[in-house]
């Protein structure tokens, strides 16, 4: 029975140092699965901050984009109200135009219906007054193509 003593000691022995080497080794890999989770979370966070600085340095670039091209957009509508007024301005100097053109034609029929009246001449009133509103015509072509380009580059530079 000594022998059964001996080994019953021993596995006792061995069941002790079993549960010491299993308390020691559960120990050393909660701290091991520490270290890493914490080398995780800091490379996690660093990570993050490098997104959130990108982010953050293109939302900066969106609005200023966004102000530039509210100046922008500020400036042609204060282009296109200028070339409204000065429309306008030429549609009354063409609708004066027009009436002194009938009123002078009136007056020339009148003065052609009495006998021994000169011919009119040619008209030579309607000169300036096509090439003005060729130029403007030509003008409003060219605000009008701006005015797209600069709507098309507003829309292409506005955030989703």
């Given at each position: 029975?000594?022998?059964?003593?001996?080994?019953?000691?021993?596995?006792?022995?061995?069941?002790?140092?079993?549960?010491?080497?299993?308390?020691?080794h559960h120990s050393v890999y909660n701290a091991g699965k520490?270290?890493?989770?914490?080398?995780?979370?800091?490379?996690?966070?660093?990570?993050?901050a490098i997104v959130d600085a990108a982010v953050k340095q293109?939302?900066?670039?969106?609005?200023?984009?966004?102000?530039?091209?509210?100046?922008?957009?500020?400036?042609?509508?204060?282009?296109?109200?200028?070339?409204?007024?000065?429309?306008?301005?030429?549609?009354?100097?063409?609708?004066?135009?027009?009436?002194?053109?009938?009123?002078?034609?009136?007056?020339?029929?009148?003065?052609?219906?009495?006998?021994?009246?000169?011919?009119?001449?040619?008209?030579?009133?309607?000169?300036?007054?096509?090439?003005?509103?060729?130029?403007?015509?030509?003008?409003?072509?060219?605000?009008?193509?701006?005015?797209?380009?600069?709507?098309?580059?507003?829309?292409?530079?506005?955030?989703?």
């Open positions: 029975m000594s022998i059964l003593w001996k080994l019953g000691g021993a596995a006792i022995v061995l069941g002790v140092l079993w549960a010491a080497y299993g308390s020691w520490a270290e890493v989770q914490a080398a995780w979370d800091k490379d996690k966070a660093g990570r993050q293109q939302q900066e670039r969106d609005d200023a984009i966004i102000q530039a091209n509210a100046k922008d957009l500020d400036k042609y509508r204060a282009v296109v109200a200028d070339a409204a007024s000065a429309g306008l301005a030429l549609a009354r100097r063409l609708r004066d135009a027009e009436r002194r053109q009938h009123a002078a034609e009136s007056a020339l029929s009148e003065i052609n219906s009495r006998p021994g009246a000169a011919a009119p001449g040619a008209d030579s009133g309607d000169g300036p007054l096509t090439i003005a509103v060729g130029a403007a015509l030509a003008e409003c072509t060219d605000n009008a193509a701006q005015l797209n380009a600069l709507s098309a580059e507003v829309r292409r530079n506005q955030p989703p």
